[in-house]
Each structure stands twice: as C-alpha cells, then as structure tokens.
C-alpha cells in the first residue's frame, strides 16, 4: 500500500507514554502540516489514496497507526491506553514528536474522527482546523442494525466475514485490492479492545480559533447521514457541514480520495 503513495515516504517510530507510535509522511517537508487518524480496524495506509489525489501537494501529511489497531505502532506494555483522556495525552505526544509547526490540522474518519474531536475539545487551542469525515459517536448514534452485522466481524473476524461485511456495507462499491487483502490481514492481528466512552464536548469544539469541517458519507449504513449533517450544523453553526452523496462510510478514505484532497486544500463545498 505505501508503494502507490506520491513520491517518497517517510516512517517514523514516535515514543509516547502509551508506547512507539508508527507515522508514516509524505508532502513537502515545507507544508502545513495534517495529521490523519485511521478508522477503527484500519492502517494509516488508508490515507495513501488521499495523498496521491492531490493532499500531498498543499501539505505535509501524517498518516498515524493507532496503537493497539492494526498497523505497526506497539503499545506499551501495562500502559493502555483506556479513556479518552488518555487518548488526548497519548494524541499531544505524538504532536510533540513530530516537531516545532504551526497550527496542525488534524483529520479523522470514523472512530479516527471520534478520537480527533476529542483531542480538539480537551485542546483547542493547539488546532488551527479539525476535519472529521463520517465520524461516528460524535453527533449520531449508530443504527442497531449496523451494530448486528459488525458484531461476528468484532467478536471472531474472518477474511471471509470482512470481505462480506464490507461488501454489504459499501453496496458492492469496487475497493482496491491491496486494501482488501490489508483488511484479510486484520483478522490476525491481536487488537486491543479499542478506547470508548462518551460523545465529546460539542459545545468545545466552537473554539472562535477552531475552524471545523464535517463531511459525511452520503450511503453510510452505521447512521443517517443526513440527519448527523443536520444535528453537526445545530451543534456547530460555524462549521462546514456536507454530505457526499454516493460514498460509503468505511471506504471513504479511498472512494473519495479526490473529495477529501480538494477539502483539506481549499474547503470549498463538495456535496449537499
């Protein structure tokens, strides 16, 4: 997957607290920096489609693996990470290690973007913009009956049981190979039990020095994107909020790929 990025990639292990934490960047060392967090059960190889589209021209880009999810941070040994509290200490350390900058924008999808939006509403101030596409549990609930077809992936995946869910969730939406067979590959990864708790503090991300951008995915299946759009507008009257008709929620790195490069570039509106 880091072979199809743009030009070269650089891999860094960052040390935090919460153990070594694996970046992987690309993008003019000169740019402004952002910082991408991958969905649950994904890598920040996810973000390559992104970068090629056009991000790492207009930025240097930051493609984290999560600890404890599938890709090569490693998390510390009797230090996991539990709240998301924690979460934001472990977030600002790898800030810290990625060197003096000014405002970062910070970008996640899924429970990326959950994790994102609650280092922005415990920090503020050290964000210059916060972009969160499809988050979930941040201004929605997920629908009851997404939770049923996650469950046996969750308790005992599969390559098979993957493949299935991801085929039902995106509608049969053509995914690219390499990603399929990294999904296959999670299946055998030990992971972590991931970080949950509350929705974050909404009322703390309308920080006047906090520009955020919202963009979901118009055929997400684990909420109503229309109705999260309306909820983020009434949470955030300052924020730009979009919908992506057509675009699945968990290949929405990739499927919208071009979408997302021309958001982080210049934010003008991409859906309705």
Do not use: K
């Not at 493609?63 to 890709?71: K, N, Q, R, S």
């Not at 810290?96 to 101030?125: E, F, K, Q």
């Not at 969730?169 to 995914?175: C, N, Y």
């Amino acid at each position: 997957m880091l072979a199809g990025w743009p030009g070269p990639v650089e891999s860094v292990d960052l040390p935090t607290p919460y153990g070594v934490t694996r970046v992987n960047s690309c993008g003019p060392a000169g740019a402004p920096p952002v910082v991408l967090l991958p969905g649950g059960g994904a890598t920040s190889a996810v973000w390559g489609a992104c970068a090629a589209a056009g991000a790492a021209r207009t930025h240097r880009v930051h493609a984290v693996d999560l600890p404890g999810e599938p890709g090569l941070s490693v998390p510390a040994p009797g230090r996991a990470l539990r709240t998301p509290e924690d979460l934001a200490d472990w977030l600002d350390a790898v800030l810290d290690g990625l060197g003096p900058h000014g405002p970062v924008t910070l970008g996640g999808h899924s429970y990326g973007a959950w994790i994102a939006a609650h280092h922005a509403a415990r920090r503020p101030a050290r964000l210059g913009r916060l972009v969160l596409l499809d988050p979930t549990q941040v201004f929605a609930g997920l629908r009851p009956g997404y939770v049923l077809r996650a469950l046996p992936v969750l308790v005992r995946p599969t390559p098979e049981r993957i493949r299935s869910f991801l085929a039902w969730e995106t509608r049969g939406a053509a995914l690219d190979p390499a990603w399929l067979r990294l999904q296959d590959e999670t299946a055998r990864f030990p992971s972590a039990r991931p970080v949950t708790g509350p929705r974050p503090d909404l009322v703390r991300l309308a920080h006047p020095d906090l520009r955020v951008d919202v963009l979901f995915a118009g055929r997400a299946r684990c909420h109503d994107p229309r109705r999260a759009a309306r909820a983020a507008r009434e949470a955030l009257p300052g924020a730009r909020v979009e919908v992506l008709p057509g675009a699945p929620h968990h290949a929405l790195p990739l499927t919208a790929a071009a979408e997302i490069a021309r958001l982080l570039a210049d934010g003008r509106a991409l859906g309705r």
